[in-house]
């Protein structure tokens, strides 16, 4: 079978895709603590508006988050929870190497 021809494959892909950039993968940290306000985004990013805005459409496309309108106001929550143990999984591999390589080093230059 062909991975191209495969929905799931293709649904997953573009999961991971749409977390593989560093500012819609915080965004998801973020959103793990509960809903946020736009405006949040707004403040604690060194980004324009329309710039948050288009991350924000490429997580809600793949289905990781959605939105409530208040008002005028847009609040974003995590709708895919579930990609927060994967990402823990990650975070905890990549420390341990990292420490594991520290140690090396240190104890190379012990030596």
Known sequence: MNPKDDFLTQETAKILKAISHPTRLWMV??????????????ENLESDFSTISKHLTVLKEAGLVDFEKRGKQVFYY??????????????GTVKQEYLDKLKKIENHEAA
């Open 78 to 91: 995590l709708k895919m929870t579930c990609v927060l143990n994967f990402i823990a999984c990650i975070k």
């Open 29 to 42: 940290e973020q959103l793990a603590q509960g809903e946020l306000c736009v405006c949040v985004f707004n």
